[in-house]
């Protein structure tokens, strides 16, 4: 079973999970209304200095590493 990282931590190219978000609520429901969502599937698609791409459901989005440091992931089994 793969370990339960920050998404900020995440290498490029890899097919995630979401385990959790912690952070206040108002973050989490922006966050939930742009489809982070607990069991929720993204993909890291590039990493670029303070900001990450992740694609979900087929939208890109950038966000920056203290956001993607509160949302909890975890690698999905090939």
């Known amino acids: 079973m793969a ?3 920050p ?3 995440m290498p ?3 097919d995630i999970k979401i385990i959790s ?3 206040g609520n108002s973050l989490i429901n922006r966050l939930r209304s742009m489809g982070f969502i ?3 599937l993204i993909k890291v ?3 670029i200095s303070g900001s990450l791409i992740v694609s979900i459901n087929g939208c890109d989005y950038a966000l920056g590493r203290g956001m993607a440091s ?3 992931v975890q690698e ?3």
């Open 7 to 9: 998404l900020a931590m």
């Open 45 to 47: 698609k590039k990493g």
């Open 3 to 5: 370990p339960i990282i």
């Open 70 to 72: 509160k949302i909890m």
């Open 21 to 23: 978000i912690n952070a």
């Open 76 to 78: 999905c089994s090939a």
């Open 38 to 40: 607990e069991n929720g």
């Open 12 to 14: 490029e190219g890899k």
